[in-house]
């Protein structure tokens, strides 16, 4: 069963950094891809960045590219998005979603089989 949590959200300033986690709790961790989504109450839920299985590929929505970083570490199995420069339309509830031998260019919601429960980030103007 692939179970996944996330961690790091919280309260920030407009210009501020986080840093999120998404333990899996599963063994075979290193053969799914892993990416994250956002959502805001009433909205459709949002590619926000993916690491392949194999780590070698990462992609990024174009709203987030060069201030968001998604990274895995298998040993922990855990991904991070660090996110710095961080802007209050950033302000959503993060999810991590896990697809198996996925390389990290799948970018709809329905796409990943597995979803943690997610944590809320909020950037203050």
């Known amino acids: 069963q692939v179970q996944l949590a996330e961690s790091g959200g919280g309260l920030v300033q407009a210009g501020g950094s986080l840093r999120l986690s998404c333990a899996a709790s599963f063994r075979t961790f290193r053969n799914y891809a892993i990416a994250w989504f956002r959502q805001v109450p009433g909205r459709e839920r949002d590619f926000v960045a993916a690491n392949a299985w194999s780590g070698r590929g990462t992609y990024y929505a174009d709203s987030v590219k060069g201030r968001f970083t998604i990274s895995r570490d298998n040993d922990k199995n855990t991904v991070y998005l660090e996110m710095n420069s961080l802007k209050p339309e950033d302000t959503a509830d993060y999810y991590c979603?896990?697809?198996?031998w996925g390389t990290g260019s799948e970018r709809a919601s329905y796409e990943y089989d597995s979803w943690g429960q997610g944590t809320q980030v909020t950037v203050s103007s």
């Open positions: 979603a896990a697809r198996p």
